[in-house]
């Protein structure tokens, strides 16, 4: 074992991550919010919730808002349709179905006939909001998909969680937008004028395209063994020349595109960022170089952000906590993302760590400069002698509409915001 190994497994550590104990402030909500925020995410889909009155609402502000200070659209928050359950149908939220065991699935049968309707059983107890992302396309691949002809050159993405990943707009669109420059169709399914269309074409793709270190990787194995279309996966969406580069040559490779057009277009885009990046080289190397940094989010978040820091910045990374509280299954391969994918010589400590409160506490006493996390740590950020920028969730201080850190341009932004919180006059 390498000094470096030795040295991760005395700084990999993880709270209560199979939720056995309390957690204090997760940065998620439950498996109900998920499902709800993406069927929000799909224009045209109306979410009817079998739940209290104030489960819409409490969503409306634990996960709508906490998702960028977004809205929920003409059938979100206030406006979504609900059967209104109340205190004595057992208790006052969206588990009550669950636990007194309506056949939801009937009342569904009875009128699906009238309108494309199918039913996700995703009771709050039931996990987080990440797996309530999950849910919505397993019972949505259960009820309403159907074979259809492969369309090739044409690739679904997953692995993107409405509000969760607070850029998700803007991300899904930075990738279709690229691969469709290198001469691929990409259904991005969400803020599509036609949603549930392109629900519905999910089975013709060629290819589906995974953008997480874990989530959405159930989703496309189970495609692939109901319309036997294969799938590629990605750490997370891509931050920066070097990662979207070569996540258009993989996808091309993949699906045959012309290696020279990939090329050229690789070529054009990291030769526009690179050069925009030297603008900002004065501020980098004279104030703030090779400076230490932290991270506070989630998975894919975490490691498109040091990637892209570490690798392309030349910055150091000092701990990085993830937030989402993925399986156990999957840890490995992200702490290589955060580790071997890294051109550094000394590894980061890697925490998974969901709980808020002791994930401040893990920052007590540490020399990083720069705190890329949520909005729950901007006001503790002063406390450790560090500058705050808000990557993930929640944010309740950043207004995130179109805009990301996805891709070429992306890159380029997250370098705006962190260098905005030192750069001044003289």
């Keep these: 074992m390498s000094t470096n190994e030795k040295e991760l497994k005395e700084n990999i550590s993880s709270s209560d991550s199979l939720g056995l104990g309390s957690i204090e402030g997760p940065k998620y909500s439950c498996a109900l919010g998920g499902a709800y925020g993406t069927a929000l995410a799909v224009y045209g889909l109306v979410p009817l919730l079998h739940s ?70 995703a009771p709050g107890f039931s996990g987080n909001s990440y797996e309530g992302y999950e849910l919505f396309f397993e019972a949505l691949i259960n009820q309403i998909l159907a074979p259809l002809p492969k369309e090739k050159g044409t690739v679904n993405i997953f692995g993107v969680v409405p509000y969760q990943h607070i850029f998700w707009k803007g991300e899904l669109d930075v990738v279709k937008n690229l691969l469709e420059k290198i001469g691929v169709k990409a259904n991005i399914i969400f803020t599509e004028a036609d949603g549930v269309e392109k629900l519905k074409q999910i089975p013709q793709a060629e290819y589906n395209v995974v953008l997480s270190a874990w989530n959405g990787h159930r989703i496309a194995k189970k495609i692939e063994e109901k319309f036997e279309i294969p799938f590629i996966t990605f750490p997370g969406v891509p931050i920066g020349p070097k990662q979207i580069s070569n996540f258009l040559r993989t996808v091309g490779e993949k699906l045959g595109v012309d290696s020279k057009k990939t090329a050229e277009v ?89 709980d808020s409160h002791l994930a401040r506490e893990n920052l007590r006493g540490r020399p990083f400069q720069f705190l ?55």
């Design 52 to 121: 209290g009155l104030g489960c819409g609402l409490g969503q409306l502000f634990g996960q709508l808002y906490a998702g960028g200070q977004n809205a929920g659209g003409p059938v979100g928050g206030t406006s979504t349709p609900t059967t209104g359950l109340v205190e004595e149908h057992v208790i006052f939220s969206g588990c009550v179905p669950a636990l007194i065991g309506d056949d939801v699935n009937a009342v569904v049968r009875e009128y699906g006939g009238e309108a494309p309707l199918f039913s996700i059983d």
């Design 266 to 354: 690789i070529k054009s885009e990291e030769r526009r960022t690179y050069r925009f990046i030297e603008y900002s080289g004065d501020a980098l190397i004279l104030v703030h170089p090779h400076s230490y940094f932290a991270v506070v989010t989630d998975s894919n978040t975490a490691i498109g952000v040091t990637q892209f820091l570490v690798n392309e910045m030349g910055y150091l990374p000092d701990i990085i906590q993830l937030t989402d509280n993925p399986p156990e299954e999957y840890r490995e391969n992200i702490i290589k993302e955060l580790t071997e994918k890294l051109e550094i010589t000394s590894w980061p400590d890697i925490v998974f760590e969901p």
């Design 372 to 426: 890329f996390a949520s909005s729950l740590e901007a006001n503790s950020a002063h406390e450790f002698g560090a500058l705050h920028v808000t990557v993930g969730f929640p944010s309740y201080n950043h207004v995130v509409l179109d805009d990301s850190y996805a891709g070429y341009r992306g890159s380029l932004r997250l370098i705006e915001d962190y260098i905005s919180t030192f750069a001044g006059p003289l």
